[in-house]
């Protein structure tokens, strides 16, 4: 172990969602993160990812070089990127994986690159904190278990896995194999476990929350129609809550849940936390502290069970 | 008799003159979609796993495999001005269950391509272009999350190009590269005048 018990950094890529709308899974990650030994450093300069859905839909090309930009400014940092977003983690860790393969497309890349003085070179490597935190080559369960003070002993949480960190598998490079497994894989459940909670499986577990590829701008009856699917399902479990690993699924449910009650007249207040908040509440950090105040579905419920 | 490997000349001529069969295919769209998506679509069996898998196919008319034929046959102008082209979440459970490791997903964002460049496509596509060009975020801040951020012990903007807006300028010269903003605004201005 190192100075101050940080044993790696890296270069905090934070997106959109995260921070500009659910700023506590940023301070939570951080500071998260830190108990357990991982310093996440501000990516000064980062833009969107962009957008895999609403930007890669227009024109892959731009697509590839705007989320090249953003991983040549962690290269500048010799740092490798971890990030909190399953949206994020498709483009930057994609984009990544195509360009470090693919010479055709590092070279078009680069020849545009050139303009702003930059160029890609393939030296670091892309990480979603999930996988962090479950691999524990950086952190693994067992730590987190230990770093737990307040456990959320009682508590059902469901796990909303989202698409875009495990899918398509064929793709993927986890050195845990098991996070290969997108039909029915249980390694988040082994998280929510080690903070204490009771994790709970429901019908269709894998299925999307309705918003990516630019669908929740396109016609949000038919994202929501989806989302409300998972409710439903959710629901017959009675879960206390459903725990995500991107800002922008925790978006579609939270904020969605309004949307539903207006648009299909169903209340579920089922409330929705990014994991990050809830390993911040399983370390002890208040809910002022983790920003819950902010979320569209109130998270009393919940914190009245664990508190 | 032995029969020889492969299909003799005759057969296999045959088959090339009838591999687009109808007026309106074009092969180059065939063409087109395989470069931008880097998946092998020709190889669809038609087998239906991906619409069985897709969240979208219960909730609408749009098919998945309807898509993969048309892919495969050349059927442009059907592929392209279908509304259900933009319909898909991109969640890839298709591509996950692919029996014959084709990506799906990736066939439908190269048609969405492709329309974007005939100027079909949905304007909040573009809105997103434009507020990236314009603040480096696709969902930026606001003044009550600045509130919330600071309350947290964070900066009121997070420290990408909300905190060091000398990092746009690049970002537009990435953009204005492909001229990306400029045919957005078009297209944008042509429908909302």
Request: proline share 5%; with cysteine; charged share 25%.
């Amino acid at each position: 172990m190192s100075e101050n018990g940080i044993n790696h950094k890296f270069a905090f890529y934070l997106g959109c969602i995260a921070p500009n709308r659910y700023p506590g899974v940023e301070s939570a990650s951080i500071k998260a993160m830190k108990k357990l030994g991982v310093e996440l450093v501000p990516l000064k300069g980062a833009s969107c990812c962009p957008a895999p859905g609403a930007f890669g839909s227009i024109d892959l090309a731009v697509f590839y070089a705007m989320a090249a930009r953003n991983l040549v400014l962690a290269e500048q940092m010799k740092m490798d990127i971890a990030l909190v977003c399953n949206g994020c983690y498709k483009s930057i860790w994609e984009v990544n994986h195509k360009l470090k393969h693919n010479k055709d497309l590092r070279d078009a890349v680069n020849e545009v690159l050139k303009e702003v003085d930059m160029e890609y070179k393939g030296t670091i490597n892309v990480y979603h904190t999930a996988e962090l935190l479950y691999n524990d080559k950086f952190i693994g369960v067992d730590k987190i278990r230990d770093s737990v003070t307040n456990p959320l002993t009682g508590a059902r949480i469901a796990v909303h896995y989202g698409c875009h960190l495990v899918k398509p598998h064929k793709d993927r490079e986890f050195e845990k194999e098991v996070m290969l497994n997108t039909e029915c894989p249980t390694w988040m459940e082994e998280l929510v476990a080690a903070i204490g909670a009771t994790p709970v499986e429901y019908r269709n577990k894998m299925m999307c929350c309705g918003a990516g590829g630019g669908v929740r701008g396109y016609d949000i009856v038919h994202a929501l129609d989806i989302t409300n699917e998972k409710l439903i399902n959710l629901m017959e479990e009675k879960v206390d809550a459903l725990t995500d690993i991107c800002p922008f699924c925790q978006l579609q449910f939270d904020r969605g849940q309004i949307e539903i009650q207006e648009k299909f007249g169903k209340t579920y207040n089922l409330p929705v936390l990014h994991f990050a908040e809830l390993l911040g509440l399983a370390q002890g950090m208040s809910p002022q502290e983790l920003g819950l105040d902010l979320h569209g579905i109130s998270c009393e419920p919940l914190l009245q069970k664990v508190l | 008799m032995a029969r020889t490997k492969g299909y003799p000349e005759a057969l296999e001529k045959k088959l090339s003159e009838q591999r687009f069969f109808r007026e309106d295919s074009n092969p180059e769209f065939t063409k087109n979609v395989k470069a931008i998506s880097r998946t092998i679509a020709h190889m669809c069996y038609q087998c239906g796993t991906c619409t069985g898998s897709c969240p979208s196919a219960p909730r609408s008319s749009y098919r998945i495999r309807k898509f993969m034929r048309r892919a495969v046959l050349g059927l442009e102008n059907e592929a392209l001005t279908d509304p259900d082209l933009w319909l898909c979440t991109t969640c890839y459970s298709c591509s996950d269950r692919c029996p014959r490791d084709i990506i799906p997903t990736d066939v439908i964002m190269s048609m969405r391509n492709l329309a974007f460049k005939r100027d079909i496509v949905p304007v909040n596509f573009l809105k997103t272009v434009q507020a990236i060009y314009s603040s480096g975020h696709g969902v930026p801040n606001n003044d009550v999350n600045r509130a919330a951020r600071e309350k947290l012990g964070l900066t009121r903007d997070p420290p990408t190009t909300h905190m060091y807006p000398e990092y746009m300028p690049g970002i537009r010269k990435i953009i204005d590269h492909y001229k990306l903003k400029a045919e957005a605004d078009r297209i944008v201005k042509e429908r909302e005048g």
